[in-house]
């Protein structure tokens, strides 16, 4: 244990990055971050016995960043090729969904229809949904900013992507927009550290996730949270 600790947090405070960006993962302010990343951060720092700091940011692309240019020792981010090459994950503990919402009046009705030539789609920059439809679009343009609704809104987009209790709570509140209920994308939610850490840290970080899942640890943070329990990884 002591080993992996030291592996894990050589500065002897265990950082972790927190995306706050993401309301499923984390909710709060940089002063006082909740949430099911929070959660596990702590409960992790308990078992090693290292102090924490929560390292806050607004964006995925932002706590990538963070781990990778040493900043933090830990993230929470979703399984993705390009942060693959850089971040060993761990199995996810939580699985959320990618959507799109559109115009009412839109003619697009679902997933295949988005993949067009002419179609606009806004999307956050760097998050797990820029990078999958970045690696799978043929047709459509792709438009990033700082967030995926403000750049559908601001440039008269005609298609807004992002996770689906966000932009479904968004739907609800434009009557001018609708929901393509169909998912066009399943986002795996990890723990990661760099690839540098030794083999035991690794599968420390990976059991540990396993058993969080599986003791209720997982769901009883999500309910906490307000949180449905569909969201638990398998």
């Known amino acids: 244990m002591t080993t992996v600790a030291a592996d894990l947090a050589p500065t002897g405070v265990l950082r972790a990055s927190i995306n706050l960006g993401n309301p499923v993962l984390a909710q709060g302010t940089p002063d006082a ?4 990343t929070v959660d596990i951060a702590r409960e992790l720092a308990r078992r090693l016995d290292l102090p924490l700091e929560l390292v806050c940011f607004d964006a995925a692309r932002k706590s ?19 942060r693959a090459a850089e ?6 503990y939580v699985v959320i969904e990618g959507v799109y919402a559109v115009p009412r009046e839109s003619g697009l009705s679902t997933v295949a229809d988005i993949d067009a030539p002419g179609v606009r789609i806004g999307v956050k920059q760097g998050s797990a949904y820029d990078l999958y439809l970045t690696r799978t679009v043929r047709h459509a343009t792709i438009v990033r900013g700082s967030d995926g ?3 559908f809104r601001a440039e008269g987009l005609d298609v ?3 996770i689906r209790q ?17 998912r066009f ?9 760099t690839k540098d850490k ?3 840290t690794v599968a420390y970080l990976r059991d540990l996730v396993d058993e969080l899942k599986a003791d209720g640890f997982v769901a009883a943070s999500l309910t906490a949270a307000g949180q449905s329990l569909a969201l638990v990884a398998p």
Do not use: H, K, S, W
Request: glycine content about 6%; some cysteine; proline content about 8%.
């Open 185 to 193: 994308m399943q986002i795996q939610q990890a723990v990661g550290t």
């Open 198 to 200: 030794r083999d035991e």
């Open 33 to 36: 971050p909740a949430g099911i």
């Open 87 to 92: 971040v060993a994950f761990t199995a996810p």
């Open 149 to 151: 609704v403000d750049v």
């Open 166 to 182: 966000p932009i479904t709570r968004y739907v609800a509140e434009n009557p001018d927009l609708r929901l393509i209920d169909e």
């Open 64 to 82: 990538f960043e963070a781990l990778t240019t040493g900043q933090a020792d830990l993230c929470f981010l979703a399984i993705e090729p390009a």
């Open 160 to 162: 807004a992507a992002g």
